[in-house]
Nanobody, 115 residues
Framework: QVQLVESGGGLVQPGGSLRLSCATSGSIFSMYDLGWFRQVPGKQRELVASITYGGRTSHADSVKGRFTISKDNAKNTVYLQMNSLKPEDTAVYYC?????????WGQGTQVTVSS
């Protein structure tokens, strides 16, 4: 049973914006800190941003000032607002708990930044 579903990816030009969404079950949302990860073929998955149960956020240096993680408690959804996108942001983006639980890795959503 899939409990974390990512959406919102797509093709965007450099400098553009996208907002990713991660819909979760209520139990996951209320029990765990959550994060957005990304992976490029041939490279390790990396943590991009995280948000604690209490709402405290953290962002990787590579996206700081451009990406913002947030959540909507009423919708059990975590968001990643991505602005000023660069070609090097191209990856499959996933959400998961912090620390990640293998069972919860989903299909992810592809983000491609290209002109």
């Amino acid at each position: 049973q899939v409990q974390l579903v990512e959406s919102g990816g797509g093709l965007v030009q450099p400098g553009g914006s996208l907002r990713l969404s991660c819909a979760t079950s209520g139990s996951i949302f209320s029990m765990y800190d959550l994060g957005w990860f990304r992976q490029v073929p041939g490279k390790q998955r990396e943590l991009v941003a995280s948000i604690t149960y209490g709402g405290r956020t953290s962002h990787a240096d590579s996206v700081k000032g451009r990406f913002t993680i947030s959540k909507d408690n009423a919708k059990n959804t975590v968001y990643l607002q991505m602005n000023s996108l660069k070609p090097e942001d191209t990856a499959v983006y996933y959400c998961n708990t912090i620390p990640p639980i293998n069972y919860y890795w989903g299909q992810g959503t592809q983000v491609t930044v290209s002109s």
